[in-house]
């Protein structure tokens, strides 16, 4: 059983493997076409999450919902701490976001790859160890001692990483299906305090009005070959990062006008959708987290 | 195959393995379920101090002046449109800044701590770089000693009249680097290796990340100055806003 685990353990990884070499060959076959789409794609990694995320058919579930069981699922992960749990929780969390949420596979894959490159370097730091003897079933000579690995670490690595994707993909299900807005809203409920809530509202807007206008300055920047080599670009992207933040300090005064004139008084209130918490969805959430426990109980 | 091959080929698979295995340098996030439960609640508790601290002092500022909020709200926003974006990279891999040295010599230590919490939950939200159960831990290395370290070696350069701008670059220069090894110390707290325990694991994660972590470190340090420069030629006003530069 445990080397079937390990066996579509590495297949998905391959297909994730694959899945960000595509999408890093894509962005250089744009790049020869002169950046004619560059400006939708500059930050996709970035806009593209909150984008699907308001995209997503089970957006109008009650978000308090959706946190909760993404913070139990993630927590459950870590803290049973065990194989077959996180293959459940890989498995049901994609047909939640993909199936359920309509989420089209590759833009799942892709936002599931994106912390890939740590994943698997520190995955390599777990499995391969050193020594001044020879000894496990694979090692190394460097001349002043032995890198070493044995069946045990390489499957404690494949496990560890399997934990890593489950917990990764119960964060997924918040972020690919809840709007950062109603996550803060979630937060709001949870009594975390009123400035808090109020400056995570405002740096949530505020960053996407900085990247409209950073996109702006690199384009500029651009057409005039300000990004042709790399001493070039070093002070390019100071003159535009350092512009940038002058600006918008300048505006800072202005936006605070503009609230005060719609009576701001230390509060920000936003229009939220009145979503219900509806017991054909707290039902089986339930019977999925005891699944969970009794998986664990069961594999223990 | 000879002894002389046998190394030869050791350090060229090593070289490929280290080389070509890391196409993306991002800043060190702890993805999301990475540390056991024991060392999230732990890393959360240390944090917590230095989050209240922070958050008294933000309080005491909007207290006595509430226009700060948006001043305070723009340097975040700043914080994690730096962080997020693609910095110039001479290997043509994809890298990021941190972004908190240069928060921590603008804003001061107390209000990056805040900020920078605040940034690691977007970041996991919008970006899905780190996560919710390692915030604690994100936040220690990346919010939390960073930030102090840059600006202790800021102030300290100050006090030693070093040129300025060479004092900016070792702030951020050594902040990205101790960020570095605060992260990799925490992996291997919670990962220690079987034979040499936690110095021996600490010593892997320090390996195995230098290759990305060490040129970040050198092109965060260069394009703060930069940024800083640019600054200080445009901005005297809106630095003296926000407390860089003393006036008189």
Redesign the interface.
């Known amino acids: 059983m445990e080397k079937w685990i390990v066996l579509s353990a590495m297949f998905l990884l391959t297909i994730l493997v694959f899945v960000?070499k595509r999408r890093?060959g894509r962005r250089h076959g744009e790049r020869a076409h002169e950046h004619r789409h560059s400006f939708g794609h500059k930050?996709g990694?970035?806009i593209s999450?909150?984008y699907l995320a308001y995209s997503s058919k089970i957006r109008h579930w009650n978000p308090t919902f959706k946190v909760i069981l993404s913070?139990l699922t993630?927590?459950l992960?870590?803290?049973l701490?065990n194989v077959y749990v996180s293959i459940v929780v890989i498995l049901a969390m994609a047909y939640l976001v993909i199936k359920v949420g309509g989420l089209a596979l590759h833009d799942y894959l892709s936002?599931l790859a994106?912390?890939?490159?740590?994943?698997?370097?520190?995955i390599?730091?777990?499995v391969?160890?050193?020594?001044d003897q020879p000894i496990g079933i694979y090692h190394?000579?460097?001349?002043f001692g032995y890198l070493y690995t044995t069946m045990a670490?390489l499957k404690y690595g494949v496990f560890?990483m399997l934990?890593?994707?489950?917990?990764?993909s119960?964060?997924?299900l918040?972020?690919l299906t809840t709007p950062?807005s109603e996550?803060i809203s979630v937060m709001k409920k949870a009594h975390v305090?009123k400035?808090?809530i109020?400056?995570?509202n405002?740096?949530?807007r505020?960053?996407f009005?900085?990247?409209d206008v950073?996109a702006k300055m690199k384009n500029s920047a651009e057409s005039r070959l300000g990004?042709r080599d790399?001493k070039t670009?070093?002070?390019t992207?100071?003159?535009v990062?350092?512009?940038?933040?002058?600006l918008?300090?300048?505006?800072?005064?202005a936006?605070?006008d503009a609230?005060e004139a719609r009576c701001y008084d230390?509060e920000l209130m936003f229009l939220e959708e009145d979503k219900k918490v509806e017991i054909r969805l707290i039902v089986p959430a339930a019977v999925y987290v005891l699944c969970l426990l009794l998986l664990w109980y069961l594999t223990r | 195959m000879k002894k002389s091959h046998k190394i030869i080929l050791s350090i060229i698979t090593l070289g490929v393995l280290f080389w070509g295995s890391t196409p993306l340098a991002q800043a060190m996030h702890i993805m999301e379920g990475y540390l056991p439960p024991k060392y999230c609640i732990i890393w959360g508790v240390i944090s917590l101090p230095f989050l209240a601290a922070g958050w008294f002092s933000i309080k005491k500022t909007l207290a006595e002046h509430r226009r700060s909020i948006t001043i305070l709200a723009i340097a975040g926003a700043f914080i994690f449109v730096i962080s997020s974006l693609k910095i110039p990279s001479v290997t043509g891999s994809c890298s990021h800044m941190t972004g908190t040295g240069l928060g921590a010599i603008l804003f001061g230590a107390s209000s990056v701590s805040i900020l920078g919490f605040i940034v690691l939950i977007f970041q996991a939200i919008l970006l899905a770089h780190g996560g919710l159960t390692t915030l604690g831990a994100n936040t220690f290395s990346m919010a939390i000693a960073g930030p102090i370290v840059s600006i202790g070696i800021y102030k300290l350069c100050q006090a030693l009249k070093v040129n300025k701008y060479v004092g900016i670059f070792l702030a951020a220069f050594i902040g990205d680097l101790f960020t570095y090894c605060v992260t990799s110390v925490q992996l291997a707290l919670a990962y220690p290796s079987a034979q040499g325990g936690v110095a021996a694991s600490a010593i892997k994660f320090l390996t195995v990340f230098a290759p990305t972590q060490l040129p970040l470190a050198i092109v965060e340090g260069l394009l703060t100055v930069l940024i800083i420069i640019a600054l200080e030629t445009y901005a005297t006003t809106e630095l003296t806003d926000i407390g860089f530069v003393k006036e008189g």
């Open positions: 960000v890093n930050h990694g970035l999450i909150d913070v993630i927590i992960c870590i803290a701490n936002v994106i912390p890939l490159a740590f994943i698997l370097i520190s390599f730091a777990i391969i160890d050193f020594s190394l000579y460097l001349g670490m560890l934990k890593v994707i489950a917990a990764i119960g964060l997924q918040m972020i950062s996550v305090p400035d808090f109020a400056l995570m405002m740096i949530y505020y960053i009005i900085l990247l950073f990004y790399f670009s070093c002070y992207f100071g003159g990062a350092s512009n940038m933040l002058v918008s300090l300048k505006k800072a005064g936006y605070y609230m230390g």
